[in-house]
Structure formats: structure tokens, C-alpha cells
């Protein structure tokens, strides 16, 4: 099975491995606050959190195929996503890209209607709307493998 890492930089950061299917494998809490206010730490926080609960679910490394990672529009800015993409290459190296949260937001929430059918009306709780970010962003490097591949 092809995972994929979706991560949430909100207010805290949630990560979800995603299969291609649509199927959740895990999905954490991995930080209580942001670690965009110093984004020349947050590949190795990311990467660091993310083998952890990676060994918590036993799945290896080798195993994703791609990260997506959506971050607060501010933060959406040439500089700083080539910053912080290329620290999260080297260190976790998979393919990362970055989009603004909520644009991943509307890209989950259609393919959580599409594939795994559980969203029906608004989504209204604050996990919900991580998890609409988190398999957004799963998405969001899911189609650029497949457009890679093609």
C-alpha cells in the first residue's frame, strides 16, 4: 500500500499517514503550538515527530511516497515555502509540497466525499477540519506522484 503524509501547521500541527485509497492508517497530535514561527526548525521537528509515530504504527520510512504539508496563508510565500521544502527533502527524503491549509481544506473535504464518504453536512468541530486539511494535503502529494509517474 502507498502512504502518504498529510500535516496540519494550524494552531498545533496533526499528522495523518493516508493510504491511496483514502484509508486513515494513524492520525496524531504531534505539537500544542506551531512550529512555523521558527521555520528553520520545522523539518527536523516535523521529521523527528513523524518517525515517532511512524515506529508507534510500524510503518518504515520507505513506505511514503510523498508528504503534504498546509500551512496559514501568511505563511505562503516563495521564500519560505522553498525554505522549508528543501529541509523537509533532505531530511525525510520523500517528495514534500506546500499549500495554503485552506485551499487543502476544500481539496480534502472533496476527496473524503469522493473516496471515503463520511463528510454529509458542514463540518463544524476543529478535528474535523484537521482532518479535511490532513487528507488535503495527503492528496496534494498523491497527485504529484501521479502526475510525476504519468
Given at each position: 500500500?502507498?502512504?502518504?503524509?498529510?500535516?496540519?501547521?494550524?494552531e498545533?500541527?496533526?499528522?495523518?499517514f493516508?493510504?491511496?485509497?483514502?484509508?486513515?492508517?494513524?492520525?496524531?497530535?504531534?505539537?500544542?503550538?506551531?512550529?512555523?514561527e521558527?521555520?528553520d526548525?520545522l523539518?527536523?521537528?516535523?521529521?523527528?515527530?513523524?518517525?515517532?509515530?511512524?515506529?508507534?504504527?510500524?510503518?518504515?520510512?520507505?513506505?511514503?511516497?510523498?508528504?503534504?504539508?498546509?500551512?496559514?496563508?501568511?505563511?505562503?510565500?516563495?521564500?519560505?515555502?522553498?525554505a522549508?521544502?528543501?529541509?523537509?527533502?533532505?531530511?525525510?527524503d520523500?517528495p514534500?509540497?506546500?499549500?495554503?491549509?485552506?485551499?487543502?481544506?476544500?481539496?480534502?473535504?472533496?476527496?473524503?466525499?469522493?473516496?471515503?464518504?463520511?463528510?454529509?453536512?458542514?463540518l463544524?468541530?476543529?478535528?474535523?477540519?484537521?482532518?479535511?486539511?490532513?487528507?488535503?494535503?495527503?492528496k496534494?502529494?498523491?497527485?504529484h506522484?501521479l502526475?510525476r509517474?504519468?
Amino acid at each position: 500500500m502507498k502512504l502518504f503524509i498529510g500535516v496540519d501547521c494550524g494552531e498545533n500541527v496533526k499528522v495523518g499517514f493516508i493510504g491511496s485509497q483514502g484509508i486513515l492508517k494513524s492520525l496524531s497530535t504531534i505539537l500544542l503550538s506551531s512550529p512555523l514561527e521558527r521555520p528553520d526548525r520545522l523539518g527536523q521537528v516535523l521529521v523527528g515527530s513523524i518517525r515517532g509515530v511512524r515506529g508507534e504504527v510500524n510503518v518504515r520510512m520507505k513506505d511514503f511516497h510523498g508528504m503534504g504539508i498546509g500551512v496559514p496563508r501568511r505563511y505562503v510565500t516563495k521564500g519560505t515555502l522553498h525554505a522549508i521544502t528543501e529541509q523537509m527533502k533532505r531530511l525525510a527524503d520523500i517528495p514534500v509540497y506546500l499549500e495554503d491549509r485552506d485551499l487543502l481544506a476544500e481539496k480534502g473535504e472533496s476527496w473524503l466525499k469522493e473516496v471515503v464518504n463520511i463528510i454529509g453536512d458542514p463540518l463544524k468541530d476543529m478535528q474535523s477540519i484537521d482532518l479535511r486539511v490532513i487528507y488535503g494535503a495527503a492528496k496534494l502529494a498523491m497527485d504529484h506522484l501521479l502526475r510525476r509517474d504519468s
